[in-house]
C-alpha cells in the first residue's frame, strides 16, 4: 500500500519537520508553500514532490490540485499552512491582519480541502482509506489576551475540522485535529511579532517547549494509527504549560521529598 501525502507549509517549522518524519518511515509526500527555494532544498534533501503554492489564491490550489492528480494521487492531507500576525485587542487590532489570518488558516484551509477531496477519494478506492489532518492550535480552543484574530481564525479551523468529519461519515476517510501549544519553531513568532526578534525570542526563555520535530512525531503518529482510528482532537503541549494561561519558567522539579 503506497501512501501518499500532501504537506501544506512544508518550507519551514512543523510542515517540514512533517514531511521529514514522513520520509524517515518511506512514505511519499507532496511539499506545498511559496518559497520554491526552501522546497527544492527539502525535496533534494527528503524527495519530497515540491509544489509551489500559495493557499489563498483558488487559481493556484486549482493548479496544485492538477499536479497532485498528475503525479501519482494523494491519499493525505496535511492543513498545516498558517500562522499569527500581531498580539493587538479585538479593539486594537488591524482588519487587514484578520483578513491575511482567516486567508490563510481558515478559507486556504477550506480551499486545499474542497481541491484534494476528489484526488483524496480516488486515493481511497485505491489502498482502502484516506486520512485530512489539520494544523490548529491550543489557541483554537481557550481564548486568551492577544490572541484576537488568531483566536478566531484557529476556532474556525477547529469548527470546520468537526463539520468535514461529520459531512464524510460513512466514507472512508479520517478527519484528525492536531492542536499544539507553544513550539518553538524559527519563524512563527518572528512573523507575528513582526520580526522583532529580541521580543519573539522571550516566550521560549526558561522553558521547555516543544519542537517542530516532536510535534511531526506525533502528527505522523496519528497517520501510522489502523486506519480506521481516527483521532479527532490531539492536544499536544509542554510539561511546562499547563494551559494558554500557564507556562511554568524554570526547572521543573517534584514537590516534596528531600
Ligand atoms: N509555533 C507554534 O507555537 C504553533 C503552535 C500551535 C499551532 N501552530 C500552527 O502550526 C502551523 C505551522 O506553524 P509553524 O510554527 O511551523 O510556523 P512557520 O514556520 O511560520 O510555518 C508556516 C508555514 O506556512 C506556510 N505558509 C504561510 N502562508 C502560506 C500561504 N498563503 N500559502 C502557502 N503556504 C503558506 C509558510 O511557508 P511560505 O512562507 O514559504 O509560504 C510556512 O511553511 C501553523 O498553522 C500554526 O498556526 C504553531
Redesign the pocket.
Known sequence: MQHRIVV?????????ATVRRFAELGWRTVA????AD?LAELADETGTHPIV????DERQVAALAAEVAETGGATGLVN?????LGTDSVEASSNDDWRQMF???VI?LRTVTAALLPILRDGARRTGWASILN?????GHAAYPGGAGYNAA?FAAHAVTDVLRLELAGEPIRVMEL???????????L?RLRGDAAAAAKPYEDVI?LT?EEVAGVLVGAFEQPPHVNQDLIVLRPVAQSSVFHTHRGPLLPRGGE
Open positions: 501544506t507549509g512544508a518550507s519551514s517549522g512543523i510542515g517540514a506545498v508553500a511559496r518559497r526552501r503554492c500559495d493557499v489563498t498545516n499552512a498558517g500562522g499569527a486567508e490563510v488558516n486556504g494544523l490548529t492550535s491550543t489557541a484557529k492542536a499544539p501549544g507553544l513550539v518553538h519553531t524559527e519563524e512563527f513568532t512573523k517547549p517542530a
